[in-house]
């Protein structure tokens, strides 16, 4: 992959984010974290751009207007959008969802971090998988 990445950080939660970028820039990625605070606008702000080429989407579950599998559902029927891997979180560690998060095309699932310590792994993981 080229050296400069832009990664989508779709959460309603303002402190996640926060985490999330955190722990990705502590990892030394030369990356452009645009966040967005739900799938409705993350599929809205995507539209308007004409060739949509950035390395990963980090996408909650759990959101108002548009939750997580219904925009990858979306994501995946369109195919500007249809290859780029995104990692979903979430609070609950059902099996139940994550075979749905899978089944909907999500390319990893990760229970929600709950200390800065175990955001730091994830984005190392996310690094190492997907940038």
């Known amino acids: 992959m080229d050296n400069f990445k832009t990664i989508y950080l779709v959460d309603d939660d303002q402190d996640d984010r926060f985490f999330v970028k955190e722990a990705i820039q502590g990892t030394g990625t030369d990356a452009n974290i645009i966040e967005v605070e739900n799938g409705f606008d993350l599929l809205t702000l995507v539209q ?16 108002p207007k548009m939750n997580g599998l219904e925009t990858v559902a979306a994501i995946r029927r369109d195919a500007r ?13 059902n099996s139940s969802l994550i075979e749905t998060a899978y089944t909907s095309g999500v390319s990893s699932f990760v229970t929600k971090p ?14 190492e998988r997907f940038l």
């Open 48 to 63: 308007k751009i004409a060739d949509p080429s950035f390395s990963v989407i980090i996408i909650d579950m759990n959101m």
């Open 81 to 93: 959008l249809a290859d780029i891997p995104v990692v979903m979180l979430s609070t609950s560690s």
């Open 114 to 127: 709950s200390t800065f310590e175990e955001f730091a792994q994830l984005a190392l993981v996310i690094k």
